[in-house]
């Protein structure tokens, strides 16, 4: 049983930061990466950051040079640094885990960024 539990989420001014942290617990050996999706309101759910078993990033054009992907592999833990914010980045966002298999999700954490 897989199970992520993501952290971190809250209220920020714009240009400030926050970082959330994922815990992955269970059978997380076949993932092959693991990354952050997020969804605002009326919007559809969309890819973030994300990083491979390798170490590998990649980030969406829309937070490129403000948002950070890392892992820690003993604490089988992935953050995702956010600088910058912006009012647009609020939305819910949403640890993804990826096996071959299918995609796991955790429940999602708050992030509101007022102007």
């Known amino acids: 049983q897989v199970q992520l539990v993501e952290s971190g989420g809250g209220l920020v001014q714009a240009g400030g930061s926050l970082r959330l942290s994922c815990v992955a617990s269970g059978s997380i050996f076949s993932f092959t990466a693991m990354g952050w999706y997020r969804q605002a309101p009326g919007k559809q759910r969309e890819f973030v950051a994300a990083i491979t078993s390798g170490g590998s990033t990649n980030a969406a054009d829309s937070v490129k040079g403000r948002f950070t992907i890392s892992r820690d592999n003993a604490k089988n833990t992935v953050y995702l640094q956010m600088n910058s914010l912006k009012p647009e980045d609020t939305a819910v966002y949403y640890c993804?885990?990826?096996?071959?298999?299918?995609?796991?999700w955790g429940q999602g954490t708050q992030v509101t960024v007022s102007s």
């Open positions: 993804n885990g990826r096996s071959i298999i299918r995609d796991y």
